[in-house]
């Protein structure tokens, strides 16, 4: 009984592990928020003075949409959350060449 009991314990233990490495939810939130700051960024004028950043951002939010269609959802979380951060450094480069023009 003691021996089977532990056999038990050993296999509940193994597919906790192996869950734990599993997302079950849709990274619905991280997707919103890259879409959001992709917006952000093209609206600040990234397309024309950040657009390697820009690209990025859009290349990662593209990557994150396939992975969620393939329900691999800590990746398709990963890639937005890319995506998101690509955004905002087109934003700031944007913000700061605006600045610039502005400025002469």
């Given at each position: 009984?003691?021996?089977?009991?532990?056999?038990?314990?050993?296999?509940?233990?193994?597919?906790l592990a192996l869950t734990a490495g599993c997302e079950t939810s849709p990274p619905v939130q991280e997707m919103s928020d890259a879409r959001q700051a992709i917006a952000v960024a093209k609206?600040?004028?990234?397309?024309?003075?950040?657009?390697?950043?820009?690209?990025?951002?859009?290349?990662?939010?593209?990557?994150?949409?396939?992975?969620?269609?393939?329900?691999?959802?800590?990746?398709?979380?990963?890639?937005?959350?890319?995506?998101?951060?690509?955004?905002?450094?087109?934003?700031?480069?944007?913000?700061?060449?605006?600045?610039?023009?502005?400025?002469?």
């Open positions: 009984m003691q021996t089977s009991r532990l056999k038990f314990l050993v296999l509940l233990l193994a597919a609206k600040a004028g990234a397309a024309e003075h950040a657009a390697f950043h820009l690209k990025a951002a859009e290349d990662y939010l593209k990557s994150a949409e396939e992975k969620l269609n393939e329900h691999q959802y800590s990746k398709a979380r990963y890639d937005a959350k890319q995506a998101k951060m690509k955004a905002l450094d087109a934003l700031k480069e944007a913000e700061e060449e605006a600045a610039e023009e502005d400025s002469q």
